[in-house]
Nanobody, 127 residues
Framework: QVQLIESGGGLVQAGDSLRLSCAAS????????MGWFRQAPGKQRDFVAA????????YYADSVKGRFTISRDNAKNTVYLQMNSLKPEDTAVYYC????????????????????WGQGTQVTVSS
């Protein structure tokens, strides 16, 4: 089992930027596909972005494409989500997740495709 701890959330204004981090421990981080999801109050958990084990493949939800960038540093066992041009509709709890079974474009976009989850970090964007 992989332990995941997110950080970097906060309260920002529309148009600002934030960088979320997710530190992993307890597994072979460099072999995992990593993903970011978000969940607003009363809504389902939605896919945001994913990155393959080596970083060569990434995938984004249409709602964040061009504004958010996912990256990873396997030497630090950490995955990042750089969020630029934030909008009020980006307000949510952001979760990172680990998929221990390789890269699959169909699997990375659904919560059931992941094996381990962090506790989440709140991002609030005011208008």
């Amino acid at each position: 089992q992989v332990q995941l701890i997110e950080s970097g959330g906060g309260l920002v204004q529309a148009g600002d930027s934030l960088r979320l981090s997710c530190a992993a421990s307890g597994g072979l981080f460099s072999t995992y596909t990593m993903g970011w999801f978000r969940q607003a109050p009363g809504k389902q958990r939605d896919f945001v972005a994913a990155i393959s084990w080596g970083g060569s493949s990434t995938y984004y939800a249409d709602s964040v494409k061009g504004r958010f960038t996912i990256s990873r540093d396997n030497a630090k066992n950490t995955v990042y989500l750089q969020m630029n041009s934030l909008k009020p509709e980006d307000t949510a709890v952001y979760y990172c997740a680990a998929d221990l079974h390789g890269w699959s474009r169909t699997r990375v976009v659904v919560p059931d495709g992941y094996d381990d989850w962090g506790q989440g970090t709140q991002v609030t964007v005011s208008s």
